[in-house]
T-cell receptor, first 114, second 112 residues
Framework: NAGVTQTPKFRILKIGQSMTLQCAQD?????MYWYRQDPGMGLKLIYY???????DKGEVPNGYNVSRSTTEDFPLRLELAAPSQTSVYFC?????????????FGEGSRLTVL | KQEVTQIPAALSVPEGENLVLNCSFT??????LQWFRQDPGKGLTSLLL?????REQTSGRLNASLDKSSGRSTLYIAASQPGDSATYLC???????????FGEGTQLTVNP
């Protein structure tokens, strides 16, 4: 009963390095999302996808890229990491569309940029 | 722009107490409102989803109410237990297809 799986759980990057956060779901959901959560703050939407091959920007997309080649996978790419990208990143999926249905979250990926 | 506020930021209660968590939003024209639970180091778990046409939703010891005209929702937890200790977040969506706006959460501690 995997649900939404994120890897890695923890990562430390140096300024300017790049990396990809992986996200996979096994619920056959069309809708997938990437959020970031800063300490004491609510979640902010980075990017989302309404199906394979279709992605769109959220509130805070700068410095990130995504792709959606399959229904199951939705990786988040960080290019030229900056200290402002230190955060906890959550991937989520839903059966219904953006803002309409129940969200299922992964356990998060904690990223520190030094 | 919608703003969602949760006060207090932290709450500590003795086991067995009934408690209420508050969520306020500035734009009353919402599509739905959701309550989530977040355990330390974990992702969010959806607790209750209230559509704009509904007044409340119940799940076990949890009851969420919605008053759109006053821009408020409450999450009532009956007979609290130490296992209820977590951060509770609320989020609204303005229309079908719009992104969620999250509050900052209330960190609840239930003491044995």
């Amino acid at each position: 009963n995997a649900g939404v799986t994120q890897t890695p759980k923890f990562r430390i990057l140096k300024i300017g390095q790049s990396m990809t956060l992986q996200c996979a779901q096994d619920m056959n959901h069309n809708y997938m999302y990437w959020y970031r959560q800063d300490p004491g703050m609510g979640l902010k939407l980075i990017y989302y996808s309404v199906g394979a091959g279709i992605t769109d920007k959220g509130e805070v997309p700068n410095g990130y890229n995504v792709s959606r080649s399959t229904t199951e996978d939705f990786p988040l790419r960080l290019e030229l990491a900056a200290p402002s990208q230190t955060s906890v990143y959550f991937c989520a999926s839903s059966f219904q569309g953006l803002g309409t249905g129940e969200l299922f979250f992964g356990e998060g990926s904690r990223l520190t940029v030094l | 722009k919608q703003e969602v506020t949760q006060i207090p930021a932290a709450l500590s209660v003795p086991e067995g107490e009934n408690l209420v968590l508050n969520c306020s939003f500035t734009d009353s024209a919402i599509y739905n409102l959701q309550w989530f639970r977040q355990d330390p180091g974990k992702g969010l778990t959806s607790l209750l989803l209230i559509q704009s046409s509904q007044r409340e939703q119940t799940s076990g010891r949890l009851n969420a109410s919605l008053d759109k005209s006053s821009g408020r929702s409450t999450l009532y937890i009956a007979a609290s237990q130490p296992g209820d200790s977590a951060t509770y977040l609320c989020a609204t969506s303005q229309t079908s297809g719009s992104r969620l706006t999250f509050g900052e959460g209330t960190q609840l501690t239930v003491n044995p």
